[in-house]
Nanobody, 119 residues
Framework: QVQFVESGGGLVQPGGSLRLSCAASGSIATVYIMDWYRQAPGKQRELVAR???????NYADSVKGRFTISRDNAANTLYLQMNSLKSEDTAVYSC?????????????WGQGTQVTVSS
């Protein structure tokens, strides 16, 4: 099973930017789908962004136009560029992947990285 370590979170003011990184212990080149999730206190984990091995992307409506997901297969790293951050973006962000649309996650859920947007 692949181990993911998220980093790059922090405390920012509304309108600010952060770039999150998700470093994998193994290769992600063979992982068809890589995902960013977030979970706010008292809320369920939700899918924020998705990218396939072919570079196709999908975003939650709430982050479209503000977030950009990318992957560097050679570096075994997934990224999430977060711009124009809002208070409602505050959450713990985690990553995972699947080898198929309906397949299981390839990694276990880790601690994630905390993003706090506050003035």
């Amino acid at each position: 099973q692949v181990q993911f370590v998220e980093s790059g979170g922090g405390l920012v003011q509304p309108g600010g930017s952060l770039r999150l990184s998700c470093a994998a212990s193994g290769s992600i080149a063979t992982v068809y789908i890589m995902d960013w999730y977030r979970q706010a206190p008292g809320k369920q984990r939700e899918l924020v962004a998705r990218i396939t091995s072919g570079g196709n992307t999908n975003y939650a409506d709430s982050v479209k136009g503000r977030f950009t997901i990318s992957r560097d297969n050679a570096a075994n790293t997934l990224y999430l560029q977060m711009n124009s951050l809002k208070s409602e973006d505050t959450a713990v962000y985690s990553c995972n992947g699947r080898r198929g649309i309906f397949g299981p996650n390839v990694g276990s859920w880790g601690q994630g990285t905390q993003v706090t947007v506050s003035s």
